[in-house]
Structures are given as structure tokens and as C-alpha cells.
């Protein structure tokens, strides 16, 4: 999700954790615990120093080994070290469990992104993305939204966020449910489909489709329960030239590759160059295809200049690259 969403479930979860009898309503524990659960549900994003980087580094590394098991449990005991050392009076066991949770928590729904997590390492670096829920998704900012007003004014913290999540299991149960009716069509509509995959949008009823068949790849959004089939490419594997094998040495094209799922390929001959573009299917915006990997080569295979991120014009691409023209 995104930082204030993030930010607006941490609020929550410290005051839904006034529940608890061994932290109450104002003592030195629910401070802690508020402090716990806002840090908290924070820290896993700490990787987003990387982008001061570059973005390669910040797409092969972002919500990997911080969201993993043991950055989970280390997050923890770290936050919880760190406040008790300024609040000593607060309940450990409580500060560490609820600062436990809010991490958890952040892990979690950041499975139900497009982009997800590997939230399973050590075990596997398999990032686990279930395309149901929007980075931002507006339902679920606004609900937390509604419960900090009632608890500023006057009402009970930990049973208006009690009552918030209630409503928001139910959303996510309609929102996994919407999906699976979008795959049940799509197989109705495409034979053969090998991989679909399901990218939320802001907007409740649209959702944006690729679709993995035997011999071609699809893009589709689904719009107030219809599908639309908007472009279809030719699936041809990624041959192994000398060319392609020079590009996948740069590390912006091997970032783009360790992430994108679906994705095609082209390589373009110039007169003093190769230019190898590599082009995200998932994200396709008003006829373009934002999310790219290109990197040019000069005759003798050396990389001249690279980029991977998001980019919404050709225009602005080629100043990102800058060395050499079109």
C-alpha cells in the first residue's frame, strides 16, 4: 500500500489495540503502543531509500528483504528497544506484540498489490502478488479516515477500528470474489490461457488483464464487469544473440526482468547503434506502455546508456537516456 495508507492503519491499529486491558486508553503502554504501531507500520518500506539510488536497484530490492520473515521479527525487536528506552514504564510483552502486529499487517496487505512481496523469504524469493487491491485503494483510506474522526470526536478508539475492519474483511471478500469472476471469463473468452494476471486500478469496477496464452500474449481491462480485449502480441521467446546476452549484462534490464511477469521484447538497429527495449504488458495507460527496460549498445556491444522505470512518453525517454539519439 502506500505510505499514508500505511500511515492511517498504524493510527488504527494503536487504537484498536485500547482493547487490550494490558495497555487502556492513556498510560504510559498506550503511548508506547501508538508510537509501536506507527513506526511500525513503516518500517518495511525503509527500502525506499533505494530509489535516491537508482531505480534498478529500487525495483530488484523494494519490498524483498525487508518484508521478509526474519526482517519481520527483527523490525520488532528493534522498534520496541528503541521505545522503551524512552518510555521504560510501558508493558514489553503488549509494546512488542501490537508493534509486532502493525508489521505484520503492513507485510500482509501488501500482498493484495500488483506488485506484491517476498514476504516467504527465506524459504523462496517467489514474490507473492494476488492483484486484488490497489496501492492506493480509496475504500480502504477513507474508511480509516471516518474511524479517526469518530475517535476525535469522542468516540471509543479500539471499537470504532474494531467495527472499520469488520467492514474491511468484508471489502477485500468482495473484492477476491470480483477477480475470480474476471478470470472465470476470461477463460471463457480465450482458449488455451496459461497465466492471467490481474492489475487493481483506483476505480472500484476496472481492473487491468495480461493474459499468458500457448502461442500469444493479450492485454485487457475489465470495465463494470466487461471484459476488453485492447492489444494482442505475437509470444515469441527472447532470442539469445549476442546482442540480447550484451543487454541482460546491464543491470537495469536484469531489475526489469527479475520483476516483470509478462513482458515483450524489441530490438532496434540504428546506424551506429542497437537499442533494446524490453516493455511491460501489465500496465498499459491510455494506449501506452509505461513501465519499460531499454539500454543501447554502440557496434562493438558495449552499453552506452540504460534506463527501467516508468516513463509515459517517447519523448521523455529519450532524455532519460540521453547519450544517444534516436
Not at 294 to 304: F, R, S, T
Amino acid at each position: 500500500m502506500d505510505t499514508g495508507t500505511h500511515v492511517v492503519m498504524g493510527i488504527a491499529l494503536g487504537g484498536l489495540s485500547t482493547l487490550d486491558p494490558a495497555v487502556g486508553l492513556d498510560n504510559p503502554t498506550a503511548h508506547a503502543v501508538m508510537l509501536g504501531a506507527l513506526i511500525g507500520s513503516q518500517a518495511p518500506d525503509l527500502d525506499t531509500i533505494l530509489k535516491l539510488r537508482n531505480n534498478a536497484k529500487y525495483i530488484r530490492n523494494h519490498r524483498g528483504i525487508t518484508h521478509s520473515i526474519p526482517a519481520i521479527f527483527l523490525w520488532s525487536i528493534l522498534i520496541t528497544g528503541m521505545i522503551t528506552i524512552f518510555l521504560p514504564e510501558s508493558n514489553l510483552l503488549h509494546l512488542y506484540l501490537w508493534t509486532l502486529l502493525a508489521i505484520v499487517l503492513h507485510v500482509f496487505v501488501d500482498i493484495f498489490n500488483a506488485y506484491g512481496t517476498q514476504a516467504l523469504r527465506p524459504f523462496t524469493k517467489k514474490w507473492i502478488a494476488l492483484g486484488i487491491i490497489n496501492t492506493f485503494d480509496p475504500f480502504i483510506f477513507i474508511a480509516h479516515l471516518v474511524g479517526i474522526s469518530i475517535w476525535l470526536i469522542g468516540g471509543h478508539p479500539g471499537y470504532t477500528f474494531l467495527g472499520v475492519y469488520l467492514v474491511l474483511i468484508g471489502y477485500y471478500v468482495v473484492r477476491i470474489m470480483m477477480k475470480r469472476n474476471i478470470v472465470h471469463k476470461l477463460h471463457k473468452l480465450l482458449p488455451h490461457i496459461e497465466q492471467v494476471i490481474i492489475s487493481p486500478t483506483m476505480r472500484f469496477r476496472k481492473w487491468h488483464i495480461a493474459i499468458m496464452t500457448k502461442t500469444s500474449f493479450h492485454v485487457a481491462r475489465s470495465e463494470n464487469g466487461e471484459i476488453i480485449l485492447l492489444d494482442e502480441f505475437e509470444r515469441i521467446p527472447v532470442p539469445q544473440t549476442d546482442i540480447i546476452r550484451a543487454a541482460e549484462k546491464d543491470d537495469n534490464i536484469s531489475a526489469f526482468l527479475s520483476f516483470s511477469p509478462v513482458y515483450r521484447w524489441e530490438v532496434d538497429e540504428y546506424t551506429d547503434h542497437y537499442e533494446v527495449r524490453f516493455i511491460d504488458l501489465r500496465y498499459r495507460s491510455k494506449g501506452y506502455y509505461p513501465f519499460v527496460a531499454i539500454v543501447q549498445l554502440d557496434q562493438d556491444l558495449n552499453i552506452v546508456s540504460s534506463y527501467t522505470g516508468w516513463i509515459f512518453s517517447e519523448e521523455k525517454l529519450r532524455k532519460k537516456l540521453e547519450l544517444i539519439p534516436e
